[in-house]
């Protein structure tokens, strides 16, 4: 007989006091494809989570669901974010009220430049940091300000894409595989960035592959496994268990 570990003493451990941002019971759906299966747990103000998973485990769909794109449809379940109820929102409302996801494909809009791809996400108040704090914070993308978004290096338009989620006042960061393609000494910077930003106040959530870096930057974890959540817990004791990790991250 195959044994499995048993982390449930692990699962779903969601607090009673409201979190910064709480996830209850989230059931999602691509049609008939039931995918986010009962997932629950919080994100404290100001601290990193990373979001872990084999494929297919429903990370993505899960950052889609919380920040209310149409596909999946969210069936059951509440989505809060700092007391505002996003499961109530389409996405232009959770952006609004300060969900800022920046999705695997990076979005960088072809045809403008990279303070125009700022300027367009500064179109609507209210409006986040500034392009000089910005250009501070990546001095690459005010070097290359007059360049056009699509023709920068790939760590270049993942610093674009973190960039115009800041431009905007957001309360939390959804990365969704941001180091994904780019050379480890491009990671260092991203994640030097990422720690600048959490020094900053923000808070943020950050799927990856990379489950080892994810886990060095973050200060807790969750890991997902066919749709359900099978570990929330510190990110530290995830680099330890070398059990959890085989098991679930195969790493
Ligand atoms: N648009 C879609 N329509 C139908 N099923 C989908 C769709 N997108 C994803 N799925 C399915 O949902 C499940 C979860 O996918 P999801 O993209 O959330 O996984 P993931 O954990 O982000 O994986 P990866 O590490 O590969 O990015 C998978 O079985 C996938 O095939
Ligand atoms: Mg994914």
Redesign the pocket.
Known sequence: MNVRPDFSRHANKAETAPAFLSVWDMHSY??E?Y??QGVSFNVHEGEILALL??????????L?SIARLD??QVLKGEIWLDHQPLHKMRSFEAAQAGLGLVP?DRRIIPGLTVEENLQLAQIQPPIGWSLDRIYELFPRLGERRRQEGVTLSGGEQQMLSIARALARDIKVLLL??PYEGLAPVIVDEIERTLRHIKEQGMTTII?E?NAVRALQLADRAII?DT?SVVYDGDAAEVLDNADLRAEYLAI
């Open positions: 691509y049609g494809s995918i986010v998973g084999r494929n297919g485990a429903g990370k993505t769909t899960t889609r596909n999946p695997e969704d595989e799927v592959q997902l749709g």
